[in-house]
């Protein structure tokens, strides 16, 4: 509950003011009559324009029907016409879809392989190093291969030896025999 002395004057007197315009007060009890009045003369205007204003949306009607028709007739025309273009058009899409596909196949696989490289390229690396360490521990190997050359050398010579053997063997079972 409001009392006088909480309510500032200004303020309320600004509050009336505003809230004024949304109040609405009907003091002539026969306003509705003249709305009425004014249906009435509304309804007979209209009476009055509604058969010429009928007959110019009849006509109206039929040329929109026309055009409505000659532009169907003009796209099935031109639907007839351009059929191959859209089939063309639907097979090249296919193809591109199919090529993109392929694309990101191929690019995967490259992916996949370059990644294969890489760990290759890596795993390379550590040997070459592990065999520069090993290099540098035996930096004298002239011996190790004039070891390695008269080994191949003895292999030839006994393999000469064995022919040889086989051939005196040979001719010897064959004199046996005579």
Known sequence: ????????????????????PKLRIVTDARD??????????HTKEVGAVM?????????????????????????????????SLRLQYKEARQGLDGMRERYNQTADEVSRRTNELQRCVAELEDIKSQLDERGAGNSNSSPLIRTREAMRNLEKEIRELNVTIGV???????RARR
Do not use: I, Y
Not at 11 to 18: D, F, I, Q
Not at 32 to 41: C, K, P
Not at 168 to 174: G, P, S, Y
């Open 1 to 20: 509950m409001l009392s006088a002395r909480n309510v500032d004057s200004d303020r309320w007197r600004a509050e009336v003011e505003r809230q004024a």
């Open 168 to 174: 005196v063997e040979h001719a010897c079972l064959q």
């Open 32 to 41: 509705w009559r003249s709305h009425l009045d004014g249906a009435t003369g």
């Open 51 to 83: 058969p010429d204003a009928k007959g110019m949306l009849d006509r109206m009607h039929g040329k929109l029907a026309e055009e409505l028709d000659r532009l169907g007739t003009r796209e099935r025309m031109l639907n007839d016409q351009f059929e």
